[in-house]
């Protein structure tokens, strides 16, 4: 069984960077891709904001406009990565990782919660507040 371990959230002041970790353990083949969520507070439903895929490194992002995030793996030690730049307090939710195992690379569905994602972990806090 695949599990996903998120960490690196924290209190962040406007302004300020932050990386985000998720460390995949378990079988995982050489295909997955990885997504990264977000649920503010007082939000029902997960919001997509990127995705990694584990074969290529092909990346999706749903945001538009300035590029904040910035998506990466270290595929030997399946650990996957988002950094998030410019944070504003906007960006105040918990994080969570997804995994969709035997799938080769990125399409941009994957920021959708209907897409089959086989894990997810329980997130990290991330709190943007001066």
């Known amino acids: 069984q695949v599990q996903l371990v998120e960490s690196g959230g924290g209190l962040v002041q406007p302004g300020g960077s932050l990386t985000l970790s998720c460390v995949v353990s378990?079988?995982?083949?050489?295909?997955?891709?990885i997504g990264w969520f977000r649920q503010a507070p007082g939000k029902e439903e997960r919001e997509g904001i990127a995705c990694f895929s584990k074969y290529d490194g092909t990346t999706y992002y749903a945001e538009s406009g300035e590029r904040r995030l910035a998506v990466s793996g270290d595929v030997a030690r399946n650990t996957f990565y988002l950094q998030i730049n410019n944070l504003k307090p906007e960006d105040t939710a918990t994080y969570h990782c997804a995994a969709a195992v035997g799938v080769r690379t990125v399409q941009p569905r994957c920021v959708s919660l209907t897409y089959p994602y086989d894990s997810w972990g329980r997130g990290t806090q991330v709190t943007v507040s001066s």
């Open positions: 378990g079988f995982i083949q050489d295909y997955a891709v």
